[in-house]
């Protein structure tokens, strides 16, 4: 499918940033000249919380500014790392005195591209501190990593090292409680359809109609295993065993469940998926805390569905439940 509700692909982000600030102008801004999403109240005096990356995952990452989470959202081109100018931009405009944390998922333009600015806002004598999210059991190297990949659960990052920040926590403080989540959460994905990015002629990957793919990224990125389609118990069977095995999760453990959709499933599908998790999850005794079902960070309109799996202590569930303004998130 070729058709996008696109005017100009070499304009598409500029305008999506815009377009998110004017829906909520009030708690919103953007900052001059780039691509980048603040808090209208920005700097507080607290730990500020940036995050970013390609665009083309929303409503990752801008959709996350706001109270409780992000200070500060870098939105790069679609599927590619933001430029250390912009991510520089973010956290002078956030930093507020204490601190500057970065939550950066593991792709090598992220990584990198996040730690040169980190080092120009040094520089500058802002203190900035970062954590690298890896929470993909699909792939220990790809095309974009050296290492696992970061998805879906850097939700949870944002959400809880963001309610330490508020709380007033230092900037140690919170990068603790950012690494302890980082350790104990896992993500598997696979998709059902590719997708195609606005500058394209071709998706990124081709699927038959009686295909599936197994362990896709959120670039549009083929994953690990091709198979002919299976029901959705059967899929998340094994979506679901790999994420359960990798830590692992055992009987008696307090689990956050994020059912996510990659941006062209519909919600009566995730809903199946997570009713499926759920039996699994009994049948294993592990205990479901909360649950989220939705569109968290997506892969333009690829159809298909990631797990997510975050073991709970009684700082996280605590932080977890905090107040934010982000709905999806409460």
């Not at 690298?132 to 059991?137: K, T, W």
């Not at 793919?213 to 679901?240: C, Q, V």
């Not at 059912?259 to 592990?286: D, S, W």
């Amino acid at each position: 499918m070729k058709k996008k509700l696109v005017n100009n692909p070499d304009h598409v982000v500029e305008e999506m940033v815009e377009g998110i600030v004017l829906a909520d102008p009030d708690k919103l801004s953007k900052v001059e000249g780039y691509n980048v999403v603040v808090r209208k109240d920005s700097p507080n005096e607290k730990v500020a919380l940036v995050s970013g990356g390609g665009s083309g995952h929303e409503p990752t990452h801008a959709g996350f500014v706001g109270e409780g989470m992000l200070d500060g959202a870098i939105a790069g081109d679609v599927f590619t790392s933001p430029t250390p100018d912009a991510v520089f931009e973010a956290i002078k405009a956030v930093d507020g005195g204490k601190g500057v944390l970065l939550v950066i998922k593991n792709y090598t333009g992220d990584v990198m591209n996040f730690e040169m600015a980190a080092e120009m806002a040094e520089a500058e004598g802002i203190e900035v501190d970062h954590v690298v999210v890896d929470d993909d059991v699909a792939v220990e190297d790809s095309l974009y990593t050296t290492g696992r990949r970061g998805v879906a659960g850097t939700i949870f990052v944002h959400k809880i090292a963001g309610a330490k920040a508020e709380a007033g926590a230092e900037l140690a403080e919170v990068k603790e409680v950012a690494e302890k989540v980082i350790k104990n959460v896992k993500t598997k994905g696979m998709a059902l359809y590719p997708c195609r990015v606005p500058s394209a002629e071709e998706s990124t990957f081709t699927l038959d109609e009686d295909e599936i793919e197994l362990g896709i990224g959120i670039h549009g990125e083929p994953g690990t295993e091709r198979t002919e389609i299976m029901k959705a118990d059967d899929i998340l069977d094994e979506l679901l065993g790999s994420v359960i095995e990798d830590l692992p999760y055992e009987s008696g453990d307090d689990v956050a469940l994020m059912i996510n959709g990659m941006g062209g499933t519909p919600l009566m599908e995730l809903f199946v998926a997570n009713r499926r998790a759920n039996q699994v999850l009994e049948e294993k005794g592990i205990n479901i805390y909360k649950t989220f079902v939705g569109e968290y960070m997506t892969s333009l309109e690829m159809a298909g569905v990631s797990v997510t799996l975050l073991k709970l202590d009684d700082e996280l569930k605590e932080l977890l439940d905090a107040p934010t303004e982000i709905n999806i998130m409460k």
